[in-house]
RNA sequence: GCCGCGGUAGCCCAACGGCAGAGGCAGCCGAUUCAAGCUCGGCUCAGUGCGGGUUCGAAUCCCGCCCGCGGUACCA
């Protein structure tokens, strides 16, 4: 195919759009009902303004320059053929950047757009700039909706899963991200989940994979054990049920010995990922540091060692092998009353705030490690079996829950620290404040041999067995004579049995422990009968390697090829939500620190930078389908254009806040989308493109390794360096002639929307390029003829600039400039700084502070001259001057005494 | 309760400690139109949640409150 100016002209437009509109009309009858239904939920202003130009676009004949449809259409293939985003591995910078990928339920939706809107924009802003950018694309397709769909429709959770990646691809490509599709994975393939496998049996060999018996969290509606981070609440993250324990034997990925490591390389993130993510990560590790004090039958631990001589019991969890094996006799009854009742409650009722305190005497006592004092043993459900020793020293003049506790039972309350005359602590704490009282007594227990210091963690270690079918199996053997015995690395992947429908059916155990012939297996040790685990890993285990595998995702010597990911990796930029700040963003951190102790990759942290944007609600609420407040994306497409709903995106404010969908303005989107593509027009038809670059008329696969379209921009730097270090080169094409005023802001702007690129604020960018438009357009309508230089070099610009928002307006608005197509890889155009500085500015005149006048000077005035200038004014005349602050050029501030 | 983030026109949002308004939405007026819509032009609208402090100068920095959002909650 060969494109030129010719075939991109206006004939060939109007054909397009008679096409589009007769398709559109067709298909629109479904599509109006729902469209209509969410606009009525929408506040008045919005709605009215969708219904216009939603007539407009598809039915008043073209009135509206802007035809989405057409645009969509049209550029869609030519971008498939020239293969515009494949990173292609020269010796240009490279950089990569990766969209947390989808979960594959359904469509696209409205948080999709955004993330997705946003990463794009900052991938095709390196793209201008000439860097090799690595932008992949997968999906996390391995999952418990999946499986709950085949259950419900008699299907294999592989149907619905392929099925709705196919839709989410379509999707992809018509919303013109800048993806590589090469680099495409699915978690659910056995060729991907062959190496998490293979990675599983790393942790083992390690140490790192574990069998425990422990009380798990167990949802009772997805009849599978949840990991803690899942349980939000008490709650079952995924369903919302009320979480109950269940003492089972489950794997563990022991993310606890990293907790340290974890926290300490936060370091390097601070700066670079938004602080509340880092703060919550902080928060959920939950690292405190204290002592272990020796109590006769067992340590506790303590944050405040130092109040050991307020302490006047012990209290240990109920629920714990420690309180049953500590009972005596006589309290046996009492004992085993309490703790059925405490394991019968929900995580919910145990912590519900304001309860009365409840437990019951043991029956036994511990002695004071210091005055040998015999202490008595309580058991009670505040204090909880997985934390430190599941043991704690009671200072009930201290803490409010073991003051609680003293008072319902009666118990002695003494006090220490602080209260001199009745303070129980002996000499060697005397007048130390707590620090260093706590320093003392750790000494002094190390001393005598009575306890030592010491750090626990919130954090637990990751539970990774899941009782359902749709998700990686666990690559062991159990063997009667051998015991657990890992699948031999040759025999991976251990694929799923072909089960479906009423087949995976929840039943408490994994639905994999049915398949007998599956089950049964020679031991790969002893050759003896043998059972596979039936248990499948949790899928947070998929999502914590796979943008390793992006390098390479054929590669089949191992997870991924060393030098590929040596190339690309750690990624240069993440994006996604927020709600993954504990979960995925923890279990990837951990991941990438295993494997980097395993030598597989050579840095500590996955993610250099990270962008988590906000939510998309509506009416400042969440969106959800219970509630009937969904907005559809593919609603909004169909409405608005691509463009349109990206760029409102975009523009809706800072990424990381919400989008409340009901403040914004996708038909605002589209009326600037129809301005800049008019304005296109117009100096397209009164001036032609630059000779020597517009008549390159078969950009070809060479296309995607330097820039298309030149224009009044240079080829970019092929140097290792990034392009933006180097200074400008002479080399650069710009015009010498063209309306100075308009040259002006076009650099001055295209220099601030430089700046707010790299600085990620991508709604004030927008603004920028809106202003350009708005520039651009004022100049011509003032008489600046759309022939002039300057007018082109302005819808140049905003074009490129464009191209990181609008895709398919930006390119139409290319071709309307007389370039054959590939405006994504334009390159960005630097900004003349002999334009971009003012010459004169506007300087304020302050008189204590306030605005009392303004004075034109040249920009570089000196301080000597605006003094005199100031000093010269009428608003100085007549006043006493007692200080003078001068900041050339911008403001100059007289202090006087009196009125 | 604790931790974090945020309160600027009717709304969404800008503003190196230096002229509170860049951009958009909505509204109003006008041009265009047979008319409506679209489009274009113009206009109105806040003294920055409240109270102190620092400073020549505070939306911006500090302290104390109030409100909203998010996270977390017997973690010893």
């Known amino acids: 195919m060969v494109f030129t100016s010719d075939r991109l002209g206006l004939a060939d437009r109007l054909g397009c759009q008679r096409h589009v509109r007769a398709g559109a009309a067709s298909g629109r009858s479904t599509v109006h009902t729902h469209a209509a239904r969410v606009r009525g939920a929408r506040a008045a202003h919005g709605g009215k303004t969708q219904a216009r130009i939603r007539s407009g676009a598809l039915a008043s004949g073209g009135m509206s320059d802007y035809d989405f449809e057409a645009m969509q259409r049209r550029w869609q293939p030519v971008w498939e053929s020239l293969g515009l985003f494949t990173a292609d591995g020269s010796g240009k910078p490279r950089r990569s950047l990766v969209d947390m990928f989808a979960y594959p339920s359904g469509d696209l939706h409205m948080g999709h757009a955004e993330a997705y809107a946003l990463g794009d924009a900052v991938a095709r802003f390196w793209i201008q700039q000439g860097y090799d950018v690595l932008h992949p694309v997968g999906w996390d397709a391995f999952g418990l909706p999946a499986e709950n769909a085949a259950i419900r429709r008699g299907a294999h959770p592989a149907e619905w899963t392929y099925a709705n990646i196919g839709t989410q691809a379509e999707s992809f490509r018509r919303y013109a991200t800048s993806i590589d599709w090469r680099t495409r994975l699915h978690t659910s393939d056995p060729s991907y989940y062959r190496w998490t496998q293979w990675l599983f049996l790393r942790f083992l060999e390690r140490g790192l994979a574990v069998r425990k018996r422990a009380a798990v969290n167990w949802c009772p509606v997805d009849r599978t054990v949840l990991a803690n981070e899942q349980v939000v609440a008490g709650r079952c993250e995924r369903c919302g049920s009320a979480v109950t324990k269940r003492e089972l034997t489950q794997w563990f990925l022991t993310i606890t010995a990293y907790a340290e490591q974890l926290l300490d390389d936060m370091a390097e993130l601070e700066g670079h990922w938004p602080a509340p993510v880092l703060t919550m990560q902080r928060n959920w590790i939950g690292r405190s540091a204290g002592a272990y004090l020796d109590f006769g039958p067992f340590e506790v631990f303590t944050t405040r060692p130092d109040t050991v001589f307020g302490a006047t019991f012990l209290v240990v969890a109920p629920d714990s092998a420690l309180a049953g094996s500590l009972c005596s006799a006589g309290q046996r009854p009492a004992f085993d009353a309490y703790v059925s009742r405490v394991r019968g409650e929900s995580d919910i009722t145990r912590t519900a705030a304001g309860r009365a305190p409840t437990g019951v005497f043991l029956g ?3 002695r004071h490690p210091f005055t040998g004092e015999p202490l008595p043993i309580w058991a009670a459900d505040y204090v909880l079996p997985g934390h430190g020793t599941g043991a704690i020293m009671a200072v009930p003049a201290h803490d409010e829950r073991d003051l609680a506790f003293a008072q319902t039972f009666d118990l002695p309350v003494r006090p220490v620290a602080g209260t001199r005359d009745t303070d129980a602590s002996p000499d060697f704490l005397a007048g130390m404040d707590r620090e260093a009282a706590t320093a003392r007594l750790i000494a002094e227990a190390e001393a005598r041999g009575v306890g030592r210091a010491g750090v626990t963690y919130r954090l637990r270690d990751w539970l990774v067995s899941r009782q359902r079918f749709w998700g990686c199996p666990i690559p062991v053997v159990h063997c009667a004579n051998c015991g657990i015995v890992p699948v031999p690395d040759d025999q991976l992947p251990v694929v799923l049995p072909d089960l479906r429908g009423e087949a995976l059916a929840p039943q408490d155990v994994s639905p994999l422990a049915t398949v007998r012939d599956w089950v049964e297996v020679d031991c790969p040790r002893c050759g003896g009968p043998a059972e596979r685990d039936t248990d499948t890993m949790d899928t947070f285990v998929d999502s914590s390697w796979y943008f390793l595998r992006y390098c390479s995702p054929a590669y089949g010597k191992g997870p991924f090829d060393p030098d590929a990911v040596g190339r690309w990796m750690p990624v240069d930029q993440y994006v996604g939500g927020a709600e993954h700040a504990v979960m995925h963003l923890l279990y990837v951190r951990f991941f990438t620190k295993v494997l980097r102790d395993l030598g597989l990759v050579d840095f500590a942290e996955p993610f250099r930078r990270l962008m988590t944007q906000g939510q998309v609600v509506l009416n400042g609420a969440a969106m959800s389908k219970s509630k009937g407040n969904m907005v559809d994306l593919g609603e909004q497409i169909d409405t608005y254009g691509v463009d349109a709903v990206r760029l409102t995106m975009v523009f809706a404010g800072p990424p990381e ?14 009326r600037f989308l129809g301005r800049v593509l008019r304005l296109a027009s117009e100096i397209g038809a009164a001036s032609p493109a630059a000779a020597d670059h517009a008549q390159r008329s078969t950009p070809g696969p060479t296309l995607h390794r330097g820039s298309p379209a030149t224009s009044h921009f240079t080829e970019l730097s092929r140097s290792s360096e990034p392009p933006s270090a180097h200074p400008v080169d002479s080399r650069e094409l710009w015009i010498t002639s063209g309306d100075p005023g308009l040259r002006r802001t076009t650099h001055r702007l295209l220099a601030a929307i430089t700046e707010l690129m790299e600085e990620q604020r991508l709604n004030v960018a927008v603004a920028r390029a809106m202003e350009l438009a708005n520039a651009v357009r004022r100049a011509i309508d003032g008489g600046l003829p759309a022939g002039d230089p300057a007018a082109r070099e302005a819808a140049e610009v905003l074009a490129v600039v464009l191209s990181l ?44 502070g306030k605005l009392r006048d303004r004075l034109e000077v040249p920009a570089d005035i000196t301080t000597d001259d605006l003094t005199a200038l100031a000093l010269a004014s009428p608003v100085a005349a007549g006043r ?8 050339p050029p911008h403001v100059v501030n007289l202090v006087v005494s009196g009125p």
Do not use: K
């Open 364 to 366: 036994a006592h511990g």
């Open 657 to 670: 806040e919400d989008i409340d969908w009901a403040d914004v303005s996708p038909a605002g989107s589209v």
């Open 805 to 848: 928002f609008t895709p398919y307006t930006a390119e139409e608005m290319w071709a309307r400039l007389g370039h054959p197509p590939g405006v994504a890889r334009a390159g960005w155009p630097r900004a003349d700084p002999a334009l971009v500085a003012e010459t004169t500015v506007i300087c304020a005149l302050q008189v204590n």
């Open 880 to 887: 006493t001057v007692t200080r003078l602050v001068v900041r």
